[in-house]
C-alpha cells in the first residue's frame, strides 16, 4: 500500500516524539516462563477489570475445582471468574488491591497437593462457530487486555455496527522497561499467538493480521514468523523500540500508519488492536472451552534474587510471591506493573490480577532514585512538549493545573492525555506532570457531576 | 530525601523513572560552557574584567539569596541560574565598567528582571540583559568607552575606570589609552566602524577576538565551541541559535548584494558584535524562549531580523540586546499560536462535514 510506504519512510515505522527510558529488560529476557507453586490461599478480586464487578456463584465452604467458574458476568460490560486451583471458599470479604482502594473478593483455600491438571472445560471445534458465537465464547473465558488495561476483550470485539475492520493488530511491543512476558510468549507458544490472531480476524471480519513487535525482541518476531499460516493473512512487523509504542494509538501509527481520531475506538479506521497475552489466551483457552486462571508475570528489579517469567495463578498474595523468590523485605516500595505505568502497593497482600504482568523489586539504596526529586519551577525547555507522544503540551497544562484552572486545561486537549508518564520522565524540573493531570482529570469529572 | 525514606510504606504515582538531567545539572553546564569564553576575556582585558566577572556573580547570587529570604522562600541560588546571569552580565559590559555601576546593574536585573517576577522560570526576559538595559540607559558613557584589548601590564594593574568611587562618574581615560594603545586606537568596536566609517573588520579578527568590545562577545570561536557542547548534551535547543544565526545571515546578505559598499558583508554579520553570545548563551535561555519547536524557529527568526534592522537602520551599532529583549517579550504569544496539534486532532473541514 502507498500510504504505508510513505509512513515507513517518513517515520522510521514508528510514531512521532515518545522516549527511550534504560530497558532493563537482562534481568529476565533469557527466562523461560516456569509455572509457580499455589499458595495456602488465593484472593480472588471480584473486580478485576474495567466494567461491573463480578457476581459471586459460591458461598462459603463449597468446594470447588480448577477451571470451574466461581463468578458470573454482571450484563456485557462484565467477565466472569473461574477458580485458579481446586479447594474450599473460606469466605467473601474486602480485599486490598494495586490500585489502593479494598474490593470484594472470593477468599478460596487451596487443597494441599493439589494438581495442577485443569479438570473443567472440553475441547470443541471452533471453525464451526460464528462470529457472534466466538465473541460469547470470550466473554465466557473472562478475558480481559492482560496487557494492563484490563478491559473486557468481547467488549472490544464488538465495535459499532457502522465500523468495518479490516486489520487486527497484536500488541507485542512491551515498550515497558523491566517486563518480558509478552517476549517470552511470543518466543515460546508463537502457535498459540497466531491461533488466537486467527480466531479474533474471523470474530471480526478482518482479512489481514500483523503481529507488531520491537526491534529489541527480534528472536521472537523469528519464532512467530516460523508458524505464520502459509496464505500470508497474518504477518510480523519489527519497529524501532520507543515508549509508549504499546499504546494502542502509537502502535497504529507505528504499524499501519494510521491515526485514530481523537475520542474514537480503533474501529473507526479500521482496526482492533489486542495484546500478545490476550491474544494468546484465546488461542489457548477458546478451544478447550476453558477460563483465564492463571497469567505469566514478570517478578523482576535488583532486590529480587530469583527474577524471573512466573505463570502464577490469579489470586495468589505478593507476599508468597516475593518470600519464594528471595525478597523478604517491606511493601517500602513495590511496584506492580512497569515502572512507567504501574502502581506502588501499600501491602504485601495485595494479590496478582488479571492485569498485572509485573512486580518490580528495587533495593533498598534504590529507592530514593525512585522516589519523587526536589521539584524546580518549570524552565519552558519544552523536553514535554517534544516527548509527548499525543502533541499535547505538558508545560502549559501543568501551569494551569498548579494554578487550578482545571476546566481550561480542557482546551489544552487534557482528556486527550492517556498517562503514559513521558512528559514526567523528560522533565528537568522534575515536575510531576502525569501526576497533576490525574487529579485535573478526577476534578473536572467531578465538576462535570456537580453541574448536571 | 531522608525523610521520605524512613517511612515505612511509600506510595507513589507513576512513572517511577526519571531521566538523569535536572535543572540544576543544566545550569551548571552552561557556566562550564562560559568558563572558556571567561578565561579569554580575563587573558585579554587583563585585571579589571577578572574583577567585573567576580563582583557580577557574586551580587547576582547573593541579590536572589536576599530576596529569597525577605519573602520567606528557601533560597534558590543552588540552582546556578544566579551564576549563569552573573557571568553573562559581566560579558556584555565593557572591560573597563566601574565596578560600583556593575553592581547596582546586577541588583536591578536579578531584583527587577527575574526575582519580582516569581524567579527562575516566571521571569519573561533574560535578566542579564534586563541589566544591561538598565546599564545602557542609566550610564550611557561607560556603557560606550571601549578600551584595547592586548594592553600590557593588564595582569598587574586595573583599566583606571574600574575602581571610581560609588555615586561618581569615571574620570575620561584618555590618557591611560595614549599609554596602553597601540597607533590608531579609536575606542570604536568593529560595529561603530561599520556604522559611522563603513569601515570592516577581518572576519578571522572577530573569530579570535582580537578586537575591542564587550568582555565576552569578542571571541566566536569559543563561543561557538560552547554552544555546541550544550547541543551535543542536549541542554540546549538548537533551533534557536541556527535560527537566529541563520535570518541574520540571510538578511544581511540580501542586503549586501544591493549595496556592498554601505551595507556589511554577511560574515562580519554574524561575528561582530553581541550577535554571537546572544545566539547561543542569551536567546537559548529556555525561561524567555517559546516551548514549541516551530515557536523556536519563529523567535529565533524574529531576533535574528530584528538584530540587523537595528543594526543597519537604528540609531544605535549594537541591536541583539533589544532583539532578544523584544523577543523575549514576543515568546508567550509565539508559544500560544504554535501549540502542537494533538494526535488525533479531526480536521475542521472534515468535522463540519
Redesign the interface.
Known amino acids: 500500500m502507498l500510504s504505508d510506504l510513505q509512513h515507513s519512510l517518513l517515520n522510521g515505522g514508528s510514531f512521532a516524539h515518545g ?1 527511550h ?2 530497558e532493563n529488560k537482562h534481568y529476565t529476557a533469557d527466562k523461560p516462563i516456569t509455572r509457580f507453586p499455589f499458595p495456602p490461599e488465593l484472593t480472588l478480586l471480584l473486580s478485576q477489570h474495567f466494567g461491573k464487578p463480578s457476581k459471586p456463584i459460591v458461598r462459603p465452604g463449597q468446594e470447588v475445582v480448577r477451571g470451574e467458574p466461581i463468578a458470573e458476568a454482571d450484563g456485557f460490560m462484565s467477565v466472569p471468574l473461574h477458580a485458579p486451583a481446586t479447594g474450599v471458599i473460606r469466605k467473601i470479604d474486602w480485599a486490598p488491591t494495586q490500585k ?1 482502594p479494598r474490593v470484594p473478593a472470593i477468599y478460596l483455600k487451596v487443597t494441599p497437593g493439589d494438581s495442577q491438571e485443569i479438570l473443567y472445560g472440553a475441547p470443541r471445534e471452533i471453525e464451526h462457530l460464528s462470529p457472534k458465537e466466538i465473541i460469547q465464547a470470550i466473554q465466557d473465558t473472562g478475558l480481559v487486555g492482560l496487557g494492563g488495561a484490563a478491559f473486557p476483550t468481547h467488549v472490544k470485539m464488538s465495535p459499532p455496527p457502522e465500523h468495518t475492520v479490516d486489520t487486527i493488530l497484536i500488541n507485542g511491543c512491551e515498550c515497558e ?1 523491566y517486563l518480558t512476558t509478552d517476549h517470552r510468549l511470543m518466543l515460546e507458544q508463537p502457535e498459540a499467538l497466531v491461533r488466537g490472531t486467527q480466531i479474533l480476524m474471523r470474530a471480526m471480519g478482518a482479512p489481514r493480521g500483523v503481529i507488531g513487535t520491537e526491534d529489541n525482541k527480534r528472536d521472537a518476531a523469528e519464532a512467530i514468523e516460523r508458524v505464520l499460516p502459509k496464505d500470508g493473512s497474518v504477518t510480523v512487523k519489527v519497529v524501532p523500540t520507543k515508549y509508549p509504542q504499546g499504546a494502542e ?1 502509537m502502535l497504529a ?1 507505528a504499524l499501519v500508519g494510521r ?6 475506538y480503533p474501529s473507526s479506521v479500521g482496526l482492533g488492536v489486542f495484546n500478545v497475552a490476550t491474544t494468546n489466551q484465546i488461542g489457548t483457552l477458546l478451544p478447550m472451552q476453558r477460563g483465564v486462571i492463571e497469567r505469566v508475570v514478570t517478578v523482576t528489579g535488583p532486590g529480587v534474587d530469583k527474577p524471573g517469567n512466573y505463570l502464577v495463578a490469579l489470586g495468589t498474595p505478593l507476599r508468597f510471591i516475593l518470600q519464594r523468590l528471595g525478597y523478604h523485605g ?4 513495590l ?1 506492580m ?1 512497569g ?6 502497593v ?2 504485601l497482600d495485595v494479590p496478582i490480577t488479571k492485569g498485572c504482568g509485573g512486580i ?1 523489586v528495587p533495593r533498598p539504596e534504590d ?2 532514585k ?4 526536589r521539584t ?7 523536553k ?3 516527548a ?6 505538558p ?2 497544562l501543568g501551569k494551569l493545573a498548579v494554578k487550578r484552572q482545571y476546566e481550561d486545561m480542557l482546551d ?2 487534557l482528556l ?1 492525555c492517556f ?1 503514559c ?1 513521558c512528559c ?7 515536575i ?1 506532570l ?2 497533576y493531570f ?1 487529579v485535573s482529570k478526577a476534578m473536572n469529572r467531578e465538576l462535570k457531576a456537580a453541574a448536571k | 530525601m531522608s525523610a521520605s525514606s524512613d517511612k515505612p510504606v511509600q506510595l507513589h504515582t507513576s512513572p517511577h523513572l526519571h531521566q538523569p538531567l535536572t535543572v540544576e545539572k543544566i545550569m551548571r553546564h552552561v557556566v562550564y560552557a562560559m568558563l572558556p569564553i571567561c578565561v579569554w576575556s580575563v587573558y585579554q582585558f587583563g585585571l579589571s574584567v577578572l574583577a567585573l566577572l567576580i563582583v557580577c556573580t557574586t551580587v547576582c547570587i547573593g541579590t536572589e539569596h536576599l530576596i529569597c529570604r525577605w519573602s520567606g522562600k528557601p533560597s534558590t541560588v543552588n540552582d546556578w541560574s544566579a551564576a549563569i546571569t552573573g557571568i553573562l552580565l559581566a560579558l556584555i559590559l565593557p572591560p573597563g565598567f566601574p565596578i560600583w555601576m556593575a553592581v547596582v546593574s546586577a541588583v536591578f536585573g536579578m531584583a527587577v528582571g527575574k526575582m519580582f517576577w516569581g524567579g527562575l522560570g516566571f521571569n519573561v526576559m533574560n535578566p542579564a540583559l534586563v541589566g544591561r538595559a538598565f546599564a545602557q540607559a542609566a550610564f550611557t558613557v561607560p556603557m560606550t568607552t571601549w578600551v584595547p584589548s592586548m594592553a600590557p601590564g593588564r595582569f598587574t594593574q586595573f583599566i583606571p575606570s574600574t575602581w571610581t568611587p560609588p555615586l561618581m562618574v569615571p574620570r575620561p581615560i584618555t590618557q591611560w589609552l595614549e599609554q596602553v594603545a597601540v597607533d590608531g586606537f579609536t575606542g570604536a568596536t568593529p560595529l561603530a566602524l561599520m556604522k559611522y566609517n563603513q569601515e570592516s573588520t577581518e572576519t578571522l579578527a572577530l573569530l579570535t577576538g582580537t578586537i575591542t568590545g564587550s568582555a565576552g562577545e569578542t571571541s566566536a570561536l569559543l563561543i561557538l565551541l560552547g554552544g555546541l557542547y550544550l547541543i551535543a548534551r542536549k541542554m540546549m535547543d538548537w533551533r534557536i541559535p541556527v535560527s537566529i544565526l541563520g535570518s541574520a545571515f540571510i538578511l544581511s546578505t540580501i542586503f549586501y548584494w544591493v549595496d556592498p559598499a554601505v551595507y556589511p558583508s554577511p560574515l562580519f554579520t554574524l561575528f561582530a558584535g553581541g550577535l554571537m553570545l546572544g545566539a547561543v548563551f542569551m536567546a537559548s535561555d529556555m525561561v524567555g524562549s517559546p516551548e514549541t519547536a516551530k515557536g523556536a524557529w519563529i523567535y529565533g527568526t524574529l531576533i535574528g531580523v530584528l538584530t540587523v534592522i537595528i543594526r543597519l537602520f537604528g540609531g544605535l551599532n549594537e541591536g541583539v540586546m533589544y532583539a532578544i529583549l523584544l523577543g523575549n517579550a514576543a515568546s508567550p504569544l509565539i508559544s500560544k499560536m504554535t501549540q502542537p496539534r494533538k494526535y488525533g486532532a479531526i480536521k475542521k473541514r472534515e468535522a463540519k462535514a
Do not use: H, W
Request: hydrophobic share 30%.
Open positions: 522516549i527510558p534504560p489502593g522497561p494509538k501509527k491515526e485514530i481520531p481523537s475520542g474514537q517491606s511493601a517500602k516500595y511496584i506493573g515502572p512507567m505505568m504501574g502502581d506502588t501499600s501491602s518490580l529507592i530514593d525512585l522516589a519523587p526529586r524546580y519551577p518549570c524552565i519552558n525547555c519544552g514535554c512538549v517534544e509527548c507522544p499525543m502533541f499535547l503540551n508545560a502549559a489544552y486537549n486527550d498517562e508518564g514526567s520522565y523528560v522533565c528537568p524540573s522534575s510531576p502525569v501526576q490525574r
